[in-house]
């Protein structure tokens, strides 16, 4: 009888150390659940990160931007040649895509950082090729400059707006008039149509006919560089070269300038408009990029001033 009890205290014990281990390990199951390890919570934090990054990409604008080589420091493999001569070479501009989505009415301006960001800024040309779709910027603020442009051309004509009487100089002109004439429709379909002799402007009405022999708009005569700067919201320069090898103010319409007027450096030489950097960046400007800029490539520069 004593035996039988023993055997079953010892089974009872046993039961009862057993529930109680079993007890144990749910009770430690339950607080490690509840007390998540630090791989989860950065797993969680790297999703999150991600997940942003990926929000702020694709909401960047559609047109894509310049992350071409430096012509300052990888100069352009221009020919051989003397100073003012130029060698025709066959070149055909691609077709520029239609900006997607662009509207007069909601397109806002691209934001542009024009220096790189650090604690140290190096003064230089900010030169960077591009492609060609990136040529010509407009977006929901080209009303105003429309306006302002035609205001400035009506109140100060040929102060404002120029060509040399040199052919070569003209024929320049013409040949950049033209080839928004091309570009624009291309780019800006919303905007501008082509017409057999020239473009017409959708929002204004204008009709502009780009024949070297004709140059009008709505039937009026005007310069070449005048009926450029009514397509566009920027101003327009052309430096031609030389034969001293000099790059000149030649055609230009600058009509929305905040510190310089065209009348005042008309037919100057490049180094003598930018006197105040002409020791530091003359002789990359004009030897490095100028001269070996090549026909079948865009440049584009992109710089800031400090206004007080």
Not at 3 to 9: S, V
Not at 27 to 46: C, D
């Amino acid at each position: 009888m004593t035996a039988h009890l023993e055997h079953a205290n010892r089974r009872i014990s046993s039961h009862l150390t057993t529930d109680g281990m079993d007890s144990f390990k749910a009770g430690s199951l339950i607080q490690t659940i509840s007390q998540p390890k630090p791989f989860f919570v950065y797993l969680v934090l790297f999703s999150t990160v991600l997940i942003y990054l990926l929000h702020r990409h694709r909401s960047r604008p559609t047109t894509p931007r310049s992350r071409s080589p430096d012509p300052e420091k990888k100069p352009l493999a221009a020919p051989v040649r003397a100073p003012g001569t130029w060698t025709p070479v066959p070149f055909t501009r691609p077709s520029a895509p239609a900006y997607p989505e662009w509207s007069i009415e909601t397109t806002k301006p691209l934001p542009y950082r024009p220096f790189r960001h650090g604690p140290k800024y190096n003064i230089t040309l900010g030169l960077r090729t591009m492609d060609w779709d990136e040529w010509i910027e407009l977006d929901n603020e080209y009303p105003r400059y429309h306006a302002d442009k035609a205001r400035r051309i009506a109140e100060r004509g040929d102060k404002c707006c120029r060509t040399d009487a040199d052919p070569r100089v003209f024929d320049g002109a013409v040949e950049l008039l033209e080839e928004l004439a091309s570009y624009l429709p291309q780019r800006y379909p919303s905007l501008f149509s082509a017409t057999d002799n020239g473009i017409r402007n959708l929002f204004s009405g204008e009709v502009f006919d780009v024949r070297k022999e004709v140059l009008t708009v709505n039937g009026r005569r005007e310069d070449p560089m005048t009926l450029a700067a009514r397509l566009v919201q920027d101003d327009l320069a052309i430096m031609f070269e030389r034969s001293d090898g000099g790059y000149y103010l030649s055609a230009g319409a600058i009509l929305l300038a905040g510190f310089w007027r065209l009348e005042d450096k008309f037919g100057m030489a490049l180094s003598e408009i930018h006197t105040t950097y002409v020791n530091r960046l003359g002789t990359s400007i004009q030897g490095c990029v100028l001269t070996s800029i090549v026909a079948t490539c865009l440049v584009s520069r992109r710089n800031w001033r400090r206004a007080c």
